[in-house]
Nanobody, 126 residues
Framework: QVQLVESGGGLVETGGSLRLSCAASGRASSSYGTGWFRQAPGKEREFVAAIHWIGRASYYADSVKGRFTISRDNAKNTVYLQMNSLQPEDTAVYYC???????????????????WGQGTQVTVSS
């Protein structure tokens, strides 16, 4: 079992920054893949970023590439999503999710993930 708790969301102006945290318990964060997804009102959940359990290989949606950075602190069992140059279209509930290691891993597919956090709201004002 893996329990995930997101934090760090809030209200920020266009161009601002936020850092989201995904704190894990029950299993070391270095032993599974972690993804960030987001869901805006009236839209489907979409992939944002992910980090592989092997090394630091990371993946990003085109819409956030160059602005967002995913990282992992193994000592704190926490995965972070640094979000810079935020835009109103980044407004959504952000979820982190854990993928237990397997032979196949498509980091951008929500069905690949076994555990989900409760989400944290990010609102970017124009």
């Amino acid at each position: 079992q893996v329990q995930l708790v997101e934090s760090g969301g809030g209200l920020v102006e266009t161009g601002g920054s936020l850092r989201l945290s995904c704190a894990a318990s029950g299993r070391a964060s270095s032993s599974y893949g972690t993804g960030w997804f987001r869901q805006a009102p009236g839209k489907e959940r979409e992939f944002v970023a992910a980090i592989h359990w092997i090394g630091r290989a990371s993946y990003y949606a085109d819409s956030v590439k160059g602005r967002f950075t995913i990282s992992r602190d193994n000592a704190k069992n926490t995965v972070y999503l640094q979000m810079n140059s935020l835009q109103p279209e980044d407004t959504a509930v952000y979820y982190c999710a854990a993928h237990l290691p397997s032979s196949r891993y498509d980091p951008k597919a929500s069905y690949e993930y076994d555990y989900w956090g409760q989400g944290t709201q990010v609102t970017v004002s124009s």
